[in-house]
């Protein structure tokens, strides 16, 4: 029987957003790093700002939500889409959807940069540790470089690992 690999890849995508959302869950910024959270359900627009983690999210009748853990996260949902932008210790993720998409950016650690677009139908993720930068475009294949780091999108049925 052969696979095909849309289905290796879709399989592999699966697989790895549980470890990524683990990642994420375990991972500790940094002891004197301020919080901030921005849910923007609906048409609706929030920003927060502390020391040292900041956050935006701008929603046109889709939710968006960003989630500044010692980074900067910025979430932009367009209507009928989700996009969701988490930083953590130092980390810069933004995020944006229009109609049918949903697009996740999580940035964990200092020099970590995710820059995720949903501008097709389908789900998308980028998370990046420390030094790595990773772009999920949706309309080209996802980049990964520098550190580690890892992107899926069904939107164009393409990923990439960087393990540097």
Do not use: H, W
């Not at 810069?92 to 949903?118: K, R």
Request: proline share 6%; aromatic share 2%; with cysteine.
């Amino acid at each position: 029987m052969k696979t095909s690999l849309t289905r290796r890849g879709a399989a592999a995508l699966l697989a790895a957003a549980p470890a990524a959302i683990g990642l994420c869950l375990l991972g500790t910024a940094t002891a004197n790093a301020e919080t901030t959270a921005c849910p923007a359900p609906g048409t609706s627009a929030t920003a927060a700002d502390a020391d040292g983690a900041s956050c935006s999210a701008t929603s046109a009748g889709g939710a968006a939500a960003a989630y500044g853990l010692g980074g900067d996260a910025s979430a932009d949902a367009g209507p009928t889409s989700l996009s969701l932008a988490i930083a953590q210790n130092g980390g810069v993720a933004t995020s944006t959807s229009t109609m049918l998409s949903g697009p996740a950016a999580i940035a964990l650690g200092p020099g970590a940069t995710v820059t995720t677009a949903g501008v097709r139908p389908g789900l998308a993720i980028g998370i990046a540790g420390p030094g790595a930068t990773v772009t999920v475009p949706g309309t080209a294949a996802p980049t990964c470089t520098g550190g580690v780091g890892f992107a899926g999108d069904f939107q164009t049925l393409q990923g990439c690992l960087s393990v540097r």
